[in-house]
């Protein structure tokens, strides 16, 4: 199985700031790299799909990029709506996600 | 609008089976663009896929850490398809998402039910 592993496992910013998440997998996923936003006591919503395309409605604040092992996140200036926990989540025959990022407030 | 809502139990005894139901609304679950997913989250933990099934009714499961326990069913004349989870432990206490699944190459989930908190306990 591909195993995702994120980091850091808690990122500590600024409404404003830039944000960097980063998912790195066991093995080739090529592009098929997904990301998600889970906000406290609410269901995943999918921001990115097959690693830089942006899911509808998504703000283009939020982008991704890389391919092969290493994947990231960027959202550029944090709104306040946007401190939530972040999961990758690959499909390379069997689905699986990483363990998340935990944005917070500084 | 495509939603989701699941429906089932929120409490099941040690031993006993899981069934939960997810209802379909805004597209149709024989779509051949879709399959639809099981995905779960154990408290203050990470998600964790458990299984789908197609819009022909195929199924996949994550194996082997579910054991055969799991099994996935649907029923195109109300829209919905179905969890069923034998011999569930403590370990199997967790919320319990239906999601779509995009149907292909990079599968995808989008969107998700609000999901279900399932615990298991005598």
């Known amino acids: 199985d591909t195993v995702l592993t994120q980091s850091p496992g808690t990122l500590s910013l600024s409404p404003g700031e830039r944000a960097t998440l980063s998912c790195r997998a066991s093995?080739?996923?090529?592009?098929?790299l997904s990301w998600y936003q889970q906000r406290p006591g609410q269901a995943p919503r999918l921001l990115i799909y097959?690693?830089?395309r942006r899911a509808t409605g998504i703000p283009d604040r939020f982008s991704g990029s890389g391919s092969g092992t290493d994947f990231t996140l960027t959202i550029s200036r944090l709104e306040p709506e946007d401190f939530a926990v972040y999961f990758c989540q690959q499909y390379g025959g069997s689905p699986s996600f990483g363990g998340g990022t935990k944005v917070q407030i500084k | 609008q495509v939603q989701l809502q699941e429906s089932g139990p929120g409490l099941v005894k040690p031993s006993q089976t899981l069934s939960l139901t997810c209802s379909v609304s805004?597209?149709?679950?024989?779509?051949?663009?879709?399959?639809w997913s099981w995905i779960r989250q154990r408290p203050g933990e990470g998600l964790e896929w458990i299984g789908d099934i197609t819009y022909s009714g195929d199924t996949y499961y994550r194996n082997p850490s579910l054991k055969g326990r799991v099994s996935i069913s649907a029923d195109t004349t109300k829209n919905q398809f179905s969890l069923n989870m034998t011999s569930v432990t403590a370990a199997d206490t967790a919320v319990y998402y239906c999601a779509r699944t995009y149907a292909s190459a990079s599968r995808y989930f989008d969107p998700w039910g609000q999901g279900t908190l399932v615990t298991v306990s005598s």
């Open positions: 097959s690693a830089s």
């Open positions: 805004g597209v149709s679950i024989s779509n051949n663009a879709y399959f």
């Open positions: 093995q080739t996923v090529i592009n098929y």
